[in-house]
């Protein structure tokens, strides 16, 4: 795996080189507007923004998707199956939400491991098989490790802080010093420097989720059923809306699949990598583990199958039960609205 370590380390350089330029456009920004004691008090600004965020930020993320949290006693298999994965993955134990929507997307939040939280949607709950999901969420969980909730909401922050000066500026700015404020320079700061942040912040995204993809293939051991899940969370989210980025665009950063096509291309103007080109490098990974070829998903079982047990992916050696005879149906832990598994 020795690529891979030479990947993170590529891109753990990529996202501190974007970092700074990123706070070096926001620095720069409150220079134009005015000078050193506006490139001082923007900084501050920022300081002062990114320190909410850091303490609030999974408060506020989860909020805005109306998450509830779920546990072994509402959500016994899903919480397992988490559970499993955050220790392979040497974490602690995360908490864990459902958010109610049919839209399939799943996204981490929190400013650490220790106070991390995974959500998934019960659109992908439902739509997934048990090894996808575990993709998935071990995809989430290789995030929390790689610590790349908190770089994403420390891009967020300063991204909205330079919308922010920049209108500011525009209304409020009336020069550096006793020096009369230059217009071409004026608007290059209030369209430029907000496009350019936007840029940067899709940038450190799309880096951070081939550096995912990779630890939730190693979290899972099975790059080709997060392969799978992407190319049917891709083809789902790109059909079914998301009335969250409807009020909040900037939401977009968090899912695993982008929210409207997960086709077309890399480009400077995505939130997400090609998911086809994530694919294909998930591909690869499978091939330097030596994984076998996905085999299709099971049929879902029948009424006379109810009594079989229940075998996580991610704990294979589940030793069987007996079967029940005559059992009723019942609600699949994996998909919180009810239908049978």
């Known amino acids: 795996m020795g690529s891979g370590g030479t990947d993170d380390k590529m891109n753990g350089f990529k996202t501190t080189m974007l970092l700074a330029a990123m706070t070096a456009l926001f620095m720069g920004l409150g220079y134009v507007f005015g000078g050193s004691g506006g490139a001082m008090i923007a900084l501050l600004v920022a300081a002062g923004m990114n320190l909410f965020t850091f303490w609030n930020a999974d408060k506020i993320v989860l909020k805005m998707h109306g998450a509830r949290e779920v546990d ?111 217009m071409l320079a004026t ?92 694919i294909a490098a998930l591909e690869a990974i499978a091939a330097e583990m030596g994984s076998a070829p996905r085999r299709p998903a099971p049929a879902r079982p029948t009424a006379a199958d109810e009594g079989a047990p229940r075998v996580s992916p991610v704990s294979p050696s589940v030793p069987p039960s007996r079967p029940r005879a005559a059992a009723a149906p019942r609600r699949s832990a994996l998909d919180p609205l009810g239908r049978r598994d």
């Not at 397992?80 to 109610?100: C, E, K, N, Q, S």
């Not at 099975?222 to 409807?246: H, T």
């Not at 909040?248 to 695993?256: E, F, S």
């Open 72 to 182: 072994d006693r509402n959500c016994p298999e899903f919480v397992g199956l988490v559970r499993d994965l955050a220790t392979r993955a040497g974490l602690p134990m995360p908490r864990v939400y459902v958010i109610d929507s049919p839209h399939p997307n799943a996204f981490a939040t929190g400013r650490n491991p220790e106070n991390a939280a995974v959500a998934a949607t019960t659109g992908l709950l439902g739509i997934l098989d048990r090894e996808e999901i575990a993709g998935v969420m071990a995809h989430e969980l290789g995030h929390v490790r790689n610590r790349d909730t908190l770089i994403m909401t420390m891009t967020a922050t300063i991204a909205g802080a330079i919308s922010m000066l920049a209108n500011f500026g525009l209304f409020f700015g009336h020069g550096n010093g006793d020096r009369p404020q230059n």
């Open 187 to 278: 608007l290059a700061a209030v369209f430029v420097a907000p496009f350019a942040a936007m840029i940067v912040q899709m940038a450190i995204s799309r880096t951070r989720e081939y550096g995912a993809d990779r630890a939730g293939a190693e979290i899972s051991g099975n790059p080709r059923a997060l392969a799978s899940a992407l190319a049917k969370l891709a083809n789902g989210a790109a059909r079914i809306p998301n009335p969250v980025l409807d009020r909040n665009p900037a939401a977009a950063q968090l899912y695993i699949v982008p929210a409207l096509s997960g086709r077309g291309g890399d480009s400077l103007f995505s939130t997400h990598p090609d998911t086809g080109n994530r």
